[in-house]
């Protein structure tokens, strides 16, 4: 973990903090023509995304390249943006793009406050496909095809009316959410989970085939998944599957799992998330489950070896910060940190890999005692 201390102002976008990042950023991770691609995107976001957001990077392919998703908590500065209640970069995609525009109805009537529905949606994530969007052909502006996750407040096995009252309140203003959801086996998957387990989040997919939705599940046990996605109807071999988890849970301190619906059911592929400690910088802890990774054939060297040198600390100098207030607020650092680790599951085996890395700048409020607040409450990527 290394630390740095700026004190040069930087411009309002997200890819100035990107270029905090950069030092960090190995070209065995991110490489020069991803990273042009990366920085494009980036400097049409706010700036005020930054307070908490991530890249997306494949672990065993030979590109070494990168997505970007950023999080929208309700009843901040980047909801605020959202919802068009002050100018930003974002106006021209609002005016122009058909999600972006669902998108502002979305935030618009989030921020309704004689509507107690909006409650149920507890943060957004936004995630533009990069890597997707530069290999079709002809290629496609990433910005143009967000994929967008809602994390809802608590949906457990005896909640199935709270999932259905979440997913009428987005679809009634997010018109590009799926129309058509295969009720009954959501209804199914819901009901069917173990006590404590429950669903963090929802996705609406775009440049992922014929994928309609995405279910999101945390707190259900590595010992339990397999049981659950037999009972879900799942195409995959259970038995592999449970083999394959008991191998990886020394190597884990917690799991969630990504199931995707098409229009004829539950997908074949799932995600497993993993994760350590995420908050400390220290690297050593993600060793085990990076050469886990490695053995599996899901992971080159060198990748593993970037991955674990993003990690660091900057500082602003204290002349930057009140330099440079942003919306009443003093950012003084930018946290990096390796968030988690996916594994696709398919069939019978692993097939691929990505780390998610997490970047989160906390603020602290013009005038008030040194303290984080809640804007920047980097706690919550995913609701973990």
Known sequence: MCATTLSHPDPGNLKAILDVCRPTISPALIDAASMARLGAVCARL???????????????????????????????????????????????????VPAWAALRRFAQRWRARDDERRELVRNVWIEFDLIAAAQASPP?????????????????????????????????????FPDRLPLAGLERAVRSLPDGARVFQVGAM????????????????????????????????????LEALTALAPHVRKAALDVDYTAGGIGPKI????YQEWQQLNTDQWQPLLNHTHALGLCAPSRRDA???????????LRHQYDHPEDGHFFPVVYRNIHHVKLSFVGAGFRDAKAYLGVTRPGVRVGFPLREVPDGDADEWLSR
């Open 206 to 241: 775009q440049l992922r085939g014929d994928v309609r939705l995405r279910l999101c599940v945390n707190s259900l046990p590595l010992s339990a998944m397999a049981g659950w996605l037999a009972a879900q109807q799942w195409s995959g071999d259970a038995d592999s599957l």
């Open 46 to 96: 706010p700036k005020a995304f930054s307070v908490f957001w991530g890249l997306e990077c494949p672990l065993g392919t030979e590109r070494a390249e990168a997505d970007v998703l950023v999080e929208i908590r309700r009843d901040t500065s980047r909801h605020a943006l959202l919802a068009g209640d002050t100018p930003s970069a974002i106006d021209p995609l609002c005016e122009a």
């Open 307 to 317: 991955v674990t040198l993003f990690p660091a600390k900057t500082e602003y100098s």
């Open 140 to 176: 496609l502006d990433a910005l143009t095809r967000p994929s967008v996750f809602w994390g809802p407040h608590e949906i457990g096995p005896n909640d199935w009316q709270r999932f259905v009252d979440f997913t009428d309140y987005v679809r009634e203003s997010f018109t590009p």
């Open 271 to 274: 995600g497993l998330e993993c």
